[in-house]
C-alpha cells in the first residue's frame, strides 16, 4: 500500500534562510508525487509535481522538489524563505490509473520569522 | 472565479442532525473527491467519482454517511445523526478526464462543528 511520511510536523527558518521539507514515500509502483500548500482557512494549492522523466521538479513560488528513488524521498526545497511562504505544506503520492486516490502526508506547518 | 467552490464553508449543528455539504467542481472536470481533514493532520480520502459513478469509497465513510454526484456536475457529502467525532474540515477536490497523473484542485472546504 502507499503511504507518505513527512518528517517533521513544525520547521522554523528566517527570512531569507533555506527552507527544506522531508517528505518519504511507499509505493509499489512508480509514484507520482505532490507538493501542496495550504494557507490559514484556505483549501490546497498545487506547489509541484513529479510524474516521470527529469528527477529536479521546479514549482510556484521558487519552490522545487527532488525525486531520489533510491531513497524513496521527495523532500520540498527554496533557497530563500519569504514571509509569504508561512503555511502547511502537505506531500502525497497519487495511486491508482488516473490517480483517482490521492494519500496526503500529516503535514509539516512552516514558520519564517523575520 | 473558475475554481472549485464549497458551501457552507462553515456548520455547526448539534449531535444527532443531519447535515448536507455542496460541492461545485470546475466546469469541465468529471473528476470529484471527497477528502475529510482533522486538526493536524492531512486530508483523508472519502470518495471519488467519475462523473455520476461512484467508483471509490473508503472505509471512513460509514453508513452515515453518503455522497451523490446525479448529474456528473455538483456533489452532495450528506452526513446523518451527526457525533462530535464527525467535526472536521471536509474538502472537494476536482480533476479533469484527461489528467493521467492525479492533479487535483481543491475547494476551500466547509468546516464542520459537532456540539
Known amino acids: 500500500a502507499q503511504s507518505v511520511t513527512q518528517l517533521g510536523s513544525h520547521v522554523s527558518v528566517s527570512e531569507g534562510a533555506l527552507v527544506l521539507l522531508r517528505c518519504n514515500y511507499s509505493?509499489?509502483?512508480?509514484?507520482?508525487l505532490f507538493w501542496y500548500v495550504q494557507y490559514p482557512n484556505q483549501g490546497l494549492q498545487l506547489l509541484l509535481k513529479?510524474?516521470?522523466?527529469?528527477?529536479l521538479v521546479k514549482g510556484i513560488n521558487g519552490f522545487e522538489a527532488e525525486f531520489k528513488k533510491s531513497e524513496t524521498s521527495f523532500h520540498l526545497t527554496k533557497p530563500s524563505a519569504h514571509m509569504s511562504d508561512a503555511a502547511e505544506y502537505f506531500c502525497?503520492?497519487?495511486?491508482?490509473?488516473?490517480?483517482?486516490?490521492?494519500?496526503f502526508g500529516a503535514g509539516t506547518r512552516l514558520f519564517v520569522k523575520a | 472565479d473558475t475554481g472549485v467552490s464549497q458551501n457552507p464553508r462553515h456548520k455547526i449543528t448539534k449531535r444527532g442532525q443531519n447535515v448536507t455539504f455542496r460541492c461545485d467542481p470546475i466546469?469541465?472536470?468529471?473528476?470529484l473527491y471527497w477528502y475529510r481533514q482533522t486538526l493536524g493532520q492531512g486530508p483523508e480520502f472519502l470518495t471519488y467519482?467519475?462523473?455520476?459513478?461512484?467508483?471509490?469509497k473508503s472505509r471512513l465513510l460509514s453508513d452515515r454517511f453518503s455522497a451523490e454526484r446525479p448529474k456528473g456536475s455538483f456533489s452532495t457529502l450528506e452526513i446523518q445523526r451527526t457525533e462530535q467525532g464527525d467535526s472536521a474540515m471536509y474538502l472537494c477536490?476536482?480533476?479533469?478526464?484527461?489528467?493521467?497523473?492525479?492533479?487535483?484542485?481543491f475547494g476551500p472546504g466547509t468546516r464542520l462543528t459537532v456540539l
Open positions: 477536490a476536482s480533476s479533469p478526464g484527461t489528467s493521467i497523473v492525479g492533479e487535483q484542485f
Open positions: 509505493s509499489s509502483v512508480p509514484p507520482y
Open positions: 513529479y510524474t516521470t522523466g527529469a528527477t
Open positions: 502525497a503520492v497519487s495511486v491508482g490509473t488516473g490517480g483517482f486516490k490521492t494519500i
Open positions: 466546469s469541465e472536470h468529471n473528476r
Open positions: 467519482f467519475q462523473n455520476e459513478a461512484q467508483l471509490e
